[in-house]
């Protein structure tokens, strides 16, 4: 497409402008942080994102980031939250890197009702970006826990937010995000808890990073297919690296993942997430699970989220380490 190829491009342009003895630095790293090193395990969401200017991202930091004390984490600029779900938001987390199972982590530290972000981006003094109406929620629990409540930034749909080197913006999702109770203090999360119900926090999201180099990512969050995916992901902003939750009844299954990615947007890399199993042994994929058919079904170069096994990818979204 016209756009993509724009895009291409400028990034080419921008690295010829780049003195040789720094073209080593122009690539976008891309580091899981999942529950058991070099797996890609059942509650695995959890990725950082680091711009060649050094700015770091950390996307939906769940439950498999052991608090902000893991120390996989180092540097954080800005945390990204796709929705209020406890997987994604943290309502609990992991006592520390490869305890317990595979599929059956040890997450016996309890977030709520601060979640596993806010106490992150406290202890880092990074921003938390957001879309709809999540903003305001995070910016109470900050404020609650003496941290400064414009810490909570955020960015709509059509909008953008520069963090560092990095322009950011929301993209709609096909899910729901209600606010759980238990992350509600008082007789107000009694009560939703007790009715089975959940507190209004706007659309849910997904995210576009556009990155100094010239890589365009889509993180899709929680989804099913939407028109957007073609228009607004693929058309509008050309992302040529897709992290693409797979994970079936909650989220598009495989099959329905794999016809996003090689119908609607068309990128160059993609990485799998949220596929809600065991998905490899020994750093391997397992033949027959969700993950295999999702990377067997793709067109464009997938690559697996081993945790803590950086991949870099290049303005064009090519990998080139650690692929």
Known sequence: MVLKSLRFAGAVLGLLGVAAGSAAA???????LGSHDGEFCRFDRAMM????????????AG??????????????????VSHMHGDHVGDRHIDAVNAGECGAPMMGTVAA?????????????ALIVTGSEMPSFFASKLKALGGDPKKSALVRFGASRKVGGVTVTTVPAAHSNGVNGAF????????????????????????????????????SGDTGVTAEQRTVVGEQYGAELVVMNIGDTFTTGPTEAAFVVNELIKPASVIPSHAN???????????????????KALKAPSYLPLSGKT????????????C
């Open 311 to 322: 991949l870099e990818f290049d303005g064009a979204g090519k990998c080139v380490s650690g």
């Open 26 to 32: 122009q690539e976008v790293k891309v580091t899981p």
């Open 63 to 80: 439950r498999t980031v052991a608090g902000a004390g893991d120390p996989r984490l180092g540097k954080v600029d800005a945390l990204l």
């Open 49 to 60: 994102f680091e711009d060649p200017d050094g700015t770091r991202i950390l996307y939906d």
């Open 184 to 219: 509600i203090e008082g007789e107000l999360g009694k009560l939703l808890s007790s009715a089975g119900l959940t507190a209004y926090a706007g659309p849910p999201t997904g995210y576009v990073l556009t990155f100094s180099n010239g890589l365009v990512a889509y993180l």
């Open 277 to 295: 199993e065991i998905g490899t042994k020994g750093g391997k994929v397992i033949a027959g699970s969700k993950t295999d058919a999702f990377m």
């Open 113 to 125: 009702p601060n979640t596993n972000t806010v106490n992150i981006a406290l202890e880092k003094s």
